[in-house]
């Protein structure tokens, strides 16, 4: 038997058949045009699984379930999405709708969520019982896998790990509330930080990378800068691998998992993050002395949102 | 068969015998005195979970398994404790030894999550299949249950919600961090914020309660004078909530638990704390118009440690 995953995202829908251990067989997508609405969409998401299933040269009888990831707000257990501001949904009755156009179990969690039980069959975190996934894109996304499970809470609002707290009367966040970790550790963030350190330093290398146009300022400037040296940028670095540290450290005070995998833009910058984050968390750990969670590059990238998606009902 | 349960304090041993379903038939203490040194302690405790059983009118074959709660790190997998301040212990092989006096399954866990499962067997939160419980006193404890079991994460080093960071460079912990989030929300916290404000007002009525003898003011003097509608007291009051219900909302946001219970001395202060923590939490919930924990008092009050601790072995 083998799975259907579907990425479901604002610009693409991507559909994968996958096996038992996570492996994709074959994959397909197209662009989403989520304004034409969520019917046209979730009939496309349909027509999308129908094609992997054949190009993969198998029929529906070999498939045991469907699973969407989907980029917001929704309750895994109804399978109902509330809302979700990229699609510009409202109370779509995904699963139901999706099983009025295939007629196999659907499962449906949110992306990071999904992201993170991919990292934790086949990538990363393969082979822990506990794992906590942080995509550091636009915001901070998570995802948290307790005894090989996704794990969403009581009422499906859990491991919304960017929405923590981690500074009182903070930066204002786009959910409406202050000091969300995400203003501090997303990808944005560190743009905003490298805007302003440029702003104050025109000497500085990140300021002369983009000739003066500090809105061409992207993570990898930053990070390239500081890897070069230059020391306005290094500084900029080294606060935002205590910005994220400081969330990392609240993770494993509190949910203390085999391992954190780190994903999304940021993470590109691969050892040079690693080790900086590593040493921040490594200062402020509470149990000094004690083993605690490893703190590890995500692996499977663009693909983690089909097999993650997939292996929801396995 | 009934549990044994031994609720072990830096000043007293208390011990009792509990039924399936988390009542006390009967209980017994005894000094702790820990400057004899862990094996004369771990004796007295064998020793008094004999006295349980006799008062009871029970023999050792009625006993399913010993459970305690300890005030320090422990590893419940080793039952090893690497150290305990409130002991002066380390390295102690508590399983081992206490089972050297009486040859049953030992457990051992934080006292803060043995409350915790207390209060989600017979308190509060019965009935619930995931809960957190705080105790709000001379710091934050956490304790833990999903899937209505204990869950002191991969490496037993979880659920210490007090050392989550919610505020950057914040003030400094007795763990050595900066910004854990029990500096903010604990009654130490409480009380610290009140001498400040009574400092700088010496008109108001915290100042005039103790007669200007700053040590005297506790917890209860600051959440009596707010209750009394004093404006500097009610200041103090409104931010201790904020500081409470920032933690809250992370919790929610990466756990979302079923129930929250808030236990320890600031707890006394009852609906007022309630009223005050859930405007706050209310307010900053990122998943509006969702479900999500109810905030509530814990009830189990001084027994929660002897019947948390019976049930670690339920």
């Known amino acids: 038997m083998v799975y259907i995953g579907i990425d479901l995202g604002g610009t693409n829908i991507k559909a994968g058949i996958v096996d038992e251990q996570g492996k994709i067989l074959c994959k397909v997508d197209c662009p989403s045009k989520v304004e034409r609405g969520h019917e046209a969409v979730i009939a496309d998401m349909a027509a999308l699984a129908r094609k992997a299933v054949e190009k993969a040269g198998l029929t529906m009888d070999d498939v045991k379930c469907i699973g969407i990831g989907v980029p917001g707000i929704l309750d895994p257990k109804t399978g109902v999405v509330p809302f979700c501001v990229n699609l510009g949904w409202h109370n779509v009755p995904l699963r139901e709708l999706m099983r009025s156009h295939i007629d196999k179990p659907v499962f449906i969690d949110n992306d990071a969520t999904v992201a993170g039980l991919a990292e934790s069959v086949a990538g990363i975190s393969k082979g822990s019982q506990s794992s906590v996934?942080?995509?550091?894109?636009?915001?901070?996304?998570?995802?948290?896998?307790?005894?090989?499970?996704?794990?969403?809470?009581?009422?499906?609002?859990?491991?919304?790990?960017?929405?923590?707290?981690?500074?009182?009367?903070?930066?204002?966040?786009n959910c409406g509330n202050h000091g969300c970790w995400e203003?501090?550790?997303?990808?944005?963030?560190?743009?905003?930080?490298?805007?302003?350190a440029a702003e104050s330093h025109p000497e500085c290398m990140i300021y002369r990378h983009v000739n003066g146009n500090l809105d061409r300022?992207?993570?990898?400037?930053?990070?390239?800068?500081?890897?070069?040296?230059?020391?306005?940028?290094?500084?900029?670095?080294?606060?935002?691998?205590?910005?994220?540290?400081?969330?990392?450290?609240?993770?494993?005070?509190?949910?203390?998992?085999?391992?954190?995998?780190?994903?999304?833009?940021?993470?590109?910058?691969?050892?040079?993050?690693?080790?900086?984050?590593?040493?921040?968390?490594?200062?402020?750990?509470?149990?000094?002395?004690?083993?605690?969670?490893?703190?590890?590059?995500?692996?499977?990238?663009?693909?983690?949102?089909i097999v993650g998606a997939a292996m929801l009902g396995r």
Do not use: Q, W
């Open 133 to 173: 996934f942080l995509t550091l894109g636009t915001g901070v996304g998570g995802g948290i896998v307790i005894n090989g499970k996704v794990y969403s809470g009581a009422h499906g609002v859990g491991s919304e790990l960017g929405h923590t707290i981690v500074e009182f009367d903070g930066e204002l966040c």
């Open 217 to 305: 300022i992207s993570a990898k400037t930053v990070i390239d800068c500081a890897k070069a040296g230059d020391p306005v940028a290094s500084t900029v670095f080294k606060r935002y691998a205590y910005y994220l540290a400081v969330g990392i450290v609240s993770i494993i005070n509190s949910l203390d998992p085999e391992i954190i995998a780190l994903g999304g833009g940021v993470s590109a910058a691969g050892d040079f993050l690693l080790n900086a984050v590593r040493n921040e968390v490594n200062e402020m750990i509470f149990y000094k002395g004690m083993p605690y969670a490893r703190i590890e590059l995500a692996t499977m990238g663009n693909d983690a949102g």
């Open 183 to 196: 203003r501090y550790a997303s990808a944005t963030a560190l743009i905003r930080m490298g805007k302003e």
